[in-house]
């Protein structure tokens, strides 16, 4: 089986169909616009052990005969795989050379050698339009992080997730994590002061311990005090029940000035069971397009050949320039990840305001906050469905 390809600036959905069907050699048709696509799809089809050939087509706006050079360039590869079923896949909007192709194939071949396929359903399932009758049928999971990684240019240096202890940390604090989410409502700005005085604990330049003695600038209140009292019960803090409060690690003021959000992400998404999980990665882009040379990710899943990138900010989500910073790395970020709409959700335990919450629907970021953060789960078991 051999399969004719022209890659599109999706390498990610080109690359499904060649995943799924295995075939012996991959062709890979192309335009000048388009080799900077061609040789990514060649990579990563290599790093499956998929064996791949480029070919070369003219732009198809300068080209007086389309026909005549798909067969110039198609007759080798039909003559030297004679006996092989030959596939064609068309991509997500099927280009001009594509079309022709078709035609092209449908008048050389018997219908008995020719198969004509593309994916639908957001890449999960998979359309024959040739031969007769047109059939649909299931697309598996077949993609996994380190393809969506290589296809836009990324490289993972390391997760938080990854470590030993970090999924065991994170389900010995579970409830806490879960509380704290279900009570974002009620506790309000009391988070911004928890953020602050845990901030303040540690050495800015090492991170450390070093003043585990803070103290809030107001008393709290009830809401806010019985979390502190929970904090205290697991061990992570000391607490005098009135202002004073006595840090007992540094993993401590790291889970009190956020990280408990993002285990709460990553809990749930754990917890439905999906396919490829990671939190707190740091990623470095080879090649730029404007991003910044790291960039740190709070959660990323993939799941049915899909993914999801997950911001969680626990700080006050106002108008200024930080939240378009917030907004901007998300939209980039997942943008690069995958192309699919709805693949990017915010999670802010502050309330985040109405206009902001149009600019990131406007970059089709999905946002949950302050007493919404319960729903994420809700969220991501339709997004895993979807």
């Not at 590869?77 to 594509?98: F, K, N, Q, T, Y």
């Not at 988070?191 to 585990?212: F, H, K, S």
Request: some cysteine; aromatic content about 6%.
């Amino acid at each position: 089986m051999n399969l004719l390809l022209f890659p599109s600036g999706d390498a990610l959905h080109d690359l499904v169909l060649p995943l799924h069907l295995r075939p012996e050699r991959v062709w890979l048709l192309a335009t000048p616009e388009h080799a900077d696509s061609q040789a990514s799809l060649g990579r990563l089809l290599g790093g499956h052990g998929l064996p791949s050939e480029k070919l070369s087509l003219p732009e198809f706006d300068n080209c007086t005969d389309p026909s005549g050079a798909l067969i110039e360039l198609l007759a080798p590869v039909i003559e030297g795989e004679r006996d092989a079923p030959l596939i064609l896949a068309l991509g997500a909007s099927a280009s001009p050379w594509e079309l022709v192709a078709e035609q092209v194939l449908a008048g050389l071949l018997e219908e008995r050698d020719l198969r004509v396929l593309a994916l639908t359903g957001q890449a999960r399932r998979m359309v024959q339009l040739r031969p007769s009758p047109i059939t649909l049928s299931e697309v598996p999971s077949l993609l996994v992080p380190d393809d969506y990684l290589g296809a836009c240019g990324a490289t993972l240096r390391r997760a938080s997730s990854d470590s030993t202890d970090y999924a065991e940390n994170a389900h010995e604090r579970r409830e806490l994590s879960l509380e704290m989410a279900r009570r974002c409502g009620e506790l309000g700005g009391s988070i911004g002061a928890l953020n602050y005085v845990a901030i303040r604990a540690l050495d800015r330049e090492t991170e450390a311990l070093t003043y585990p003695r803070q103290h809030l600038s107001r008393q709290p209140g009830q809401a806010l005090r019985e979390m502190l009292d929970a904090f205290q019960s697991a061990g992570l803090i000391d607490y005098d029940g009135r202002r004073e409060l006595v840090f007992q690690s540094t993993a401590a003021c790291r889970y009190l000035a956020g990280g408990w959000l993002e285990e709460y992400a990553w809990l749930t998404a754990s917890e439905l069971e999906v396919e490829h999980l990671s939190a707190g990665l740091e990623l470095t882009w080879n090649g730029g397009r404007g991003m910044e040379p790291r960039n740190e990710l709070d959660l990323f899943v993939l799941h049915h050949n899909r993914a999801l990138t997950v911001e969680c900010k626990t700080a006050n989500m106002g108008r200024g320039d930080t939240t378009a910073r917030i907004l901007y790395k998300l939209d980039s970020i997942a943008d690069r990840l995958s192309s699919l709409p709805g693949n990017a959700v915010l999670l802010s335990a502050r309330e985040v305001p109405e206009l902001i919450v149009k600019r990131a629907d406007a970059q089709g970021i999905a946002v949950l906050s302050g007493g919404q953060l319960p729903r994420f789960r809700d969220w991501l078991r339709r997004w895993m469905k979807n």
